[in-house]
């Protein structure tokens, strides 16, 4: 076999959290098309289909070269018939019928919109499609009810769907850092997410909180989030208490739960931002504004748990799906954000680092930077 991957080139590995997928992406056009395809099955509740399409994407995004070919596919996992057939499409024709169709369709278009609202999912997004609404004057004309959280996300809604900026989670990384430190010396603050990946932009900011002094984080999110308030800092947040239970055993469902148990803060964040060019232009600068809407997760671990919640939190998503799904699978181990159980000897397996963690499971360690999956 290692003569065929020798003339192929490196085979490619059926799980994403065994493959390096560094940034950037050689293979967009194909990678959005199959992408718009799995959200779209998504919102249809076509799970199956959009896994399929969910799993070919990020094969293609592992590869540091451009798919031209319909034949380069040969070689590659997880491409179904389906999936082949797009890419042929895209790359003989150009684009894809049957992606052109998608973007197209009011549905498509409705529940992106809706589900671009933060605090709105695809079911609430596919009944207010159901209920005839279709645009963001739809359901604020309509006085839809919406809760708190929705009544942020309509409100802050372009600033929101803005991309933020690696300069501007610089700048809340200072503030967060400031406001953590002033209650909690000695306190860890991680950067995390798609930033940790070494994006250059991303729809939020994450970070992780943790003291190496297991215990002394206790009380500390509370604290910070009504400092950060006071001084006028947040528009919107929502705090979940830490519900997470040490267990001396755990099962299949629990790498399932897709909630972790943290002590965390969903936000949206006020951030300055002094627009130099300003100055000349004196008449219109009652109508400048100059601050920017930006969603902000903060998440509290217990040191212990650091490395699972870091590996966790780094994403990306589809990386965190792979991992759990090899740990069951190919393992008989069980992953979540906040521990690794191993069914087979029925112990908690512990770990310093996330290093340690895939050398649990027998993985290759992949840099945050290649979980670009
Ligand atoms: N995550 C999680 N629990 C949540 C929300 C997110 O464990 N309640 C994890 C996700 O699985 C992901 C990581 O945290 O691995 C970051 O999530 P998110 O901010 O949604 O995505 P990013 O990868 O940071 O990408 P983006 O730039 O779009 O924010
Ligand atoms: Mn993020
Ligand atoms: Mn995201
Ligand atoms: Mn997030």
């Not at 082949?84 to 992106?112: A, M, W």
């Not at 300003?278 to 671990?301: F, G, Q, Y």
């Not at 340690?356 to 360690?365: K, P, Q, T, V």
Request: glycine content about 6%; some cysteine.
């Amino acid at each position: 076999e290692s003569d065929a991957s020798e003339v192929e080139g490196p085979t490619v590995p059926v799980y994403a959290c065994q493959r390096r997928t560094a940034l950037p992406n050689w293979n967009q056009i194909l990678t959005d098309a199959l992408e718009i395809l799995a959200e779209e099955a998504e919102f249809g509740n076509s799970e199956g289909r959009s896994l399929a399409f969910a799993r070919a994407a990020p094969v293609l995004r592992s590869i540091p070269y451009a798919v031209t070919r319909f034949e380069d596919l040969n070689s590659l996992p997880c491409f179904g018939a389906h999936s082949r057939k797009i890419v042929q499409e895209i790359t003989e024709d150009g684009s894809s019928v049957e992606v052109q169709r998608v973007l197209h369709s009011e549905r498509y278009r409705t529940l992106k919109v809706f589900s671009g609202i933060f605090g709105v999912g695809k079911k609430t997004a596919d009944r207010w499609y159901q209920e005839g609404l279709r645009t963001l004057d739809d359901l604020r004309k309509k006085e839809k009810k919406l809760n708190r959280q929705q009544e942020a996300g309509l409100q802050h809604y372009t600033d929101l769907n803005s991309p933020v900026t690696r300069l501007e989670a610089d700048k809340i990384q200072h503030v967060v850092q400031d406001a953590v430190l002033r209650f909690l010396p000695g306190a860890i603050i991680t950067l995390t997410g798609g930033f940790q990946r070494g994006k250059q932009s991303g729809h939020d900011v994450d970070f992780l909180i943790t003291h190496p002094t297991e215990g002394k984080e206790m009380g500390l999110l509370i604290k910070v989030v009504s400092w950060l308030s006071s001084q006028g800092l947040l528009l919107y947040h929502h705090m979940k208490q830490n519900s997470y239970k040490e267990p001396t055993q755990m099962s299949v469902q629990a790498s399932k739960d897709r909630l972790d148990h943290f002590e965390s803060c969903f936000s949206i964040f006020k951030l300055d931002t002094p627009n130099e060019q300003m100055e000349s232009s004196s008449t219109a600068a009652e109508n400048i504004r100059n601050w920017k809407a930006l969603r902000v997760d903060l998440v509290v671990t217990p040191f212990s748990q650091y490395p699972f919640a870091l590996l966790g939190w780094t994403g990306s998503k589809h990386f965190e799906r792979e991992l759990r799904r090899f740990a069951v699978h190919e393992r008989k181990m069980i992953l979540n954000s906040h521990a690794l159980y191993d069914t087979k000897q029925n112990v908690m397996l512990p770990a310093h680092s996330e290093e340690d963690i895939f050398a649990h499971l027998g993985l290759d360690y992949i840099l945050p930077t290649e979980r670009n999956a």
